[in-house]
């Protein structure tokens, strides 16, 4: 059996946002808490290509008091194939049935926080803001995916998957600046929401 993650029914999603073809949604968090309700743990892998059911990816931009946000290139030994060598400036993954609270809220959050531990080592953490819905039908792996967007303010980060990531920090300006590179269909979104 192959890992049970948080997904909700695609039709549940569209009931609650406009479909004008946008692919960042300004939701209230109780919303998406209210379309978080509807959500089940199903097997990932019947859900890869499943365009019925979007999962549920907290994604985290960290922002540092230099008003500078961690940048991450993704490897080639990531997990992920359809992002490998693709610039990623968010921090996330699936929500797994170990995460379960008592509500789905929380689980989400429990969730949100095993991904970061499991991702960074991070010094002093001081709040995360949320910011809206990523909800991005271009690419295929957007297709079945829901990104939740947070930024998190923090001193410093540093990568604990050396292996699958290489990180810096810069500045907004010279990421939207950076010439000739591959950026994930979701950091391009998060990067006009900040």
Do not use: C
């Amino acid at each position: 059996m192959s890992e049970q993650i948080l997904a909700i029914p695609t039709k549940k999603m569209d009931e609650k946002i406009s479909s004008n073809n946008d692919n960042f949604f300004k939701i209230k968090f109780s919303d998406f808490v209210e379309i978080l309700e509807s959500g089940n743990f199903y097997e990932r892998n019947a859900l890869e290509n499943d365009y019925n059911y979007k999962q549920i990816i907290p994604y985290v931009v960290f922002r540092n008091f230099q008003d500078e946000i961690l940048v991450l290139k993704r490897t080639q030994n990531q997990g992920e194939k359809r992002l490998h060598n693709k610039i990623s400036i968010g921090i996330g993954g699936h929500i797994n049935k170990g995460d379960k609270g008592i509500t789905m809220e929380q689980t989400f959050f429990n969730g949100m926080d095993r991904e970061i531990n499991e991702e960074l080592w991070i010094t002093n953490s001081y709040k995360y803001v949320y910011k809206g819905i990523i909800n991005d039908n271009d690419e295929d792996v957007s297709k079945v995916h829901l990104g939740v967007l947070f930024v998190g303010f923090i001193d410093s980060a540093k990568i604990k998957e050396e292996d699958n990531f290489e990180s810096t920090w810069m500045k907004k300006e010279e990421i939207v600046n950076l010439k000739d590179v591959n950026f994930e269909g979701w950091t391009k979104i998060a990067l006009n929401n900040l």
